[in-house]
């Protein structure tokens, strides 16, 4: 059977779709170098699917080493999540960011090109929308200066693929994630941020049990109606799911157009203080959060109009705000009895 290459395939939302396409049928092999990921996440992927998922440890800066997975393997389609993510990462260290995530999807792009591989997915992010005059977003809303380094280089990389689409055989589909989070309901995978964590719901569950001293709320002040930042939360299981309904649309001959953009959002804006009730509610356990002032490179508000991705691919994002708490909080707990290297 023809091969989908994941890359970032050790990381939180690759190692979700990878449990999502074995389940749906589809043979998969991932790349990572494990520089921002561990093994452990395709452990858990075998404990839920029984395959052993093969992971070439390959960083995709290096064409060379891109090209040698491509020739040992008949590729259908590339899933292209690896890159850096931290947006207040991103504003202290841009040119890492510029040089990881643009060269490493140059490098894919090419050998989709060379190898002549019908179709691509990218990760792309509601961080390209900016701040958007208004919400909630579609995907014909004019998108504003990047807030991030991070954001700008998912901008680039959109631009880089549509410019390709206008010439390639490939068929490519651009995913714009706004927030996601939760686990897999097993609680045999789910996110595992490497040192501090930066996105809202890890830092959360990490607080509660205890492993950071303090949860900052980043801006109070904004023009929200708590003050506090609004975003619009997917469970992860939701947005895996998406990318198997992209490689169903495209290998079933539903797409004409060279490319598409979905939005996956559910959306439902909800603030981050929002957030931070929600989990007190489901858990039973208070948190003393901290307000803290605002972060360089944050959107004030952004969810989603998830209409066209509802119609066109069939999706409908099933899990509610609270077990998105119930099953990070559940992968949390899990890893208590697992050492992370």
């Known amino acids: 059977m023809d091969k989908i290459l ?28 494990n520089s921002r990921s561990t093994g452990i996440l395709l452990e858990g992927v075998k404990k839920i699917t029984g395959k052993d998922i093969k992971n070439y440890k390959v960083d995709l800066c290096d064409l060379d080493s891109v090209k040698k997975i491509f020739r040992e393997n008949d590729i259908m389609g590339v ?8 947006v207040d990462e991103s504003v202290q260290d841009p040119l890492l960011y510029y040089r990881n995530n643009l060269l490493s999807q140059i490098n894919i792009l090419q050998c989709t090109e060379e190898f002549k591989t019908p179709f691509f997915v990218f990760s792309s ?20 200066k990047a807030e991030s ?13 549509i410019s390709l689409a206008a010439k390639s055989s490939t068929k490519f589909i651009l995913l714009r994630y706004f927030n996601p989070t939760g686990a897999h309901p097993s609680a045999l995978i789910g996110e595992i941020p490497l040192g501090k964590p930066s996105n809202l719901v890890p830092a959360i569950t990490q ?17 929200t109606r708590d003050g506090s ?20 649309n495209l290998a079933g001959g539903k797409q004409s157009a060279s490319y598409e953009i979905y939005n996956l959002g559910t959306g439902n804006g909800v603030t981050v203080l929002e957030v931070i009730d929600a989990f007190e509610n489901m858990s039973g356990k208070k948190l003393g959060y901290e307000l803290a002032p605002r972060r360089a490179g944050d959107i004030v508000s952004v969810y989603a109009n998830n209409d066209k991705a509802n119609a066109k691919l069939g999706w409908i994002p099933v899990y509610d705000l609270r077990t998105m708490m ?16």
């Open 207 to 223: 607080f509660a049990i205890g492993k950071i001293p303090a949860l900052r709320v980043f801006g109070s002040d904004y023009d």
């Open 6 to 33: 994941v890359t970032g395939g050790c990381g939180y939302i690759g190692s979700h779709t990878i449990v999502d396409l074995v389940e749906n049928g589809y043979d998969v092999i991932s790349v990572d170098d």
């Open 79 to 86: 899933i292209h999540f690896a890159a850096y993510k931290a």
């Open 125 to 144: 992010s509601c961080s390209v929308y900016g701040n958007a005059d208004t919400v909630p977003v579609t995907e014909e809303t004019p998108l504003k």
């Open 229 to 248: 930042c609004i975003r619009d939360f997917v469970h992860v299981s939701d947005i895996a799911h998406a990318h198997t309904l992209s490689l169903n």
């Open 149 to 161: 380094p991070y954001g700008m280089t998912k901008q680039v990389g959109e631009e880089m693929i």
């Open 326 to 341: 119930k099953t990070a909080w559940d992968w949390e707990l899990s890893l208590r009895e697992t050492t992370v290297p």
